[in-house]
């Protein structure tokens, strides 16, 4: 696995600039933490780490052939169970261990559940839980704990050092105590314009 760079990117829509010359280095199997107020880029910049849009000028090397994320809304099948979820995208795992990890993030009695009848914050921690047991190289965690308390917060942000050692992992927000919460490298950055609504 070889760190993930990204040279000089450029992205605009329309006349709003959203990212200008941004480079930056994410270390392997290391943490970093994307922080900036809204507008700055940051969901834009995970779009391009993750293949959904192209920039305009730069360049993204090292990104691995296999990644997952979570995304600013959860993309759950509104119908199916949380086990149900995270079987679809990670059918090889037996139903004990997609619990046992369910239970690591206090939706042990949940797990048969629709995702339609779960609150906010338990979507949250599926969609979590799905990306973890996705596996890949790469994880990419658009806020994360957004939508959950203080204390489900930690446990999620526990969960989520434990699980993934030697795992790369970038995670946007705007809040500096979850940076503290889950540590590594710190990336602060700034606006270019009026750009995304991250």
Partial sequence: MEELLVR?????????????????????GET???????????TTLLNILMGFLAPDAGEVRGRPARLSAVFQEDRLLEGFSARANIAFVSPQLPAEQIDRHLAAVGLAQDAGQPV???SGGMRR??????AVLAGGDLLLLDEPFKGLDETTRASVASY???ETPGRTVVMVTH???EVA???GQLLEMEPTGAGDTT
């Fill in 175 to 177: 809040d500096p105590d």
């Fill in 160 to 162: 989520l050092r434990a």
């Fill in 125 to 130: 921690r599926v969609a979590i839980v799905r």
């Fill in 116 to 118: 339609r009848e779960l």
């Fill in 8 to 28: 000089g990117l450029c992205k605009r829509f329309e006349d709003k600039v959203v990212l200008q010359d941004f480079t930056a280095r994410f270390p392997a």
């Fill in 181 to 183: 919460l889950m540590g």
């Fill in 32 to 42: 970093t933490c994307i922080m900036g107020r809204s507008g700055c880029g940051k």
